[in-house]
């Protein structure tokens, strides 16, 4: 099966200014996240969705970012603006449906590197 | 709250020697556990999870894990390391009782493993 596509894999940006993010998950994966890895810490959850709905975005910073998946299939991420601490690595995971959600292990895309400078 | 603790930054192993990196837990109820590896810029891949049942767990690229209950630990083994194996390996747990999203991972620092030749 394909796996979780994630692009662009690199952006550099000026602080203050936007950018986005796009996620295409495994195909029937009803449950889709963003996480965010900092350099040398684990991946940390900014917001889950469950089919289009948002079910935790309680680690999302509102202020600046935004995230949707409006036909319950792909994702975008956004950051607006972005800051210098906003640099990191961006995941997208996917995983099976709810019912199987506990047992499911996550499967990740390969990250959208972010520099902010 | 759930935590995850890797107590070490760095494990150095000579090649066909076995290995282990550790990790400790904290959850409310019975624990989800799970480990990943990280490959230079790419994303998690799942190794292995403990759900229920037998405590050692067996998954990918020979790789196992036990889980001790008594001292919340899930260390990863491996009887003979390859230097393929070099990579940045995370543990995470989920808390089937958290009250929040019923599918919010949450990872450890990281452990980079380094197998010399």
């Known amino acids: 099966e394909a796996g979780v596509a994630q692009s662009p894999r690199y952006k550099i940006i000026e602080k203050r200014q936007s950018v986005a993010f796009w996620c295409n998950p495994i195909?029937?994966?009803?449950?889709l996240y963003w996480y965010q890895q900092i350099l040398g810490q684990g991946p940390k959850l900014l917001i889950q969705?469950?089919?289009?709905?948002?079910?935790?975005d309680s680690q999302l910073p509102k202020d600046r970012f935004s995230a949707e998946r409006l036909k319950g299939v792909d994702s975008t991420l956004k950051i607006q603006p972005a800051k210098l601490e906003d640099s990191a690595v961006y995941l997208c995971?996917?995983?099976?449906?709810?019912?199987?959600?506990?047992?499911?292990?996550?499967?990740f895309g390969n990250g959208t590197r972010l520099t902010v400078t | 709250a759930q935590s995850v603790a890797q107590p070490e930054d760095q494990v150095n192993v000579a090649e066909g020697n076995p290995l282990t990196v550790k990790c400790t837990y904290s959850?409310?109820?019975?624990?989800?556990l799970f480990w990943y590896v990280q490959y230079p810029n790419r994303g998690l891949q799942f190794l292995l999870k403990y759900i229920t049942g037998d405590n050692l767990v067996k998954g990918s690229y020979g790789f196992e894990a036990e889980f001790n209950k008594s001292q919340t630990s899930f260390h990863l083994k491996k009887p003979s390391a390859l230097v393929s194996d070099s990579a940045l390996y995370f543990c995470a747990v989920r808390d089937p009782y958290y009250g929040g999203s019923q599918g919010n991972l949450i990872f450890g620092k990281g452990t980079k493993l380094s197998v010399k030749p």
């Open positions: 959850v409310s109820g019975n624990p989800y």
């Open positions: 995971a996917s995983s099976a449906s709810p019912g199987l959600a506990y047992n499911s292990p996550l499967h």
């Open positions: 969705f469950q089919n289009n709905g948002v079910v935790d």
């Open positions: 195909s029937g994966h009803a449950t």
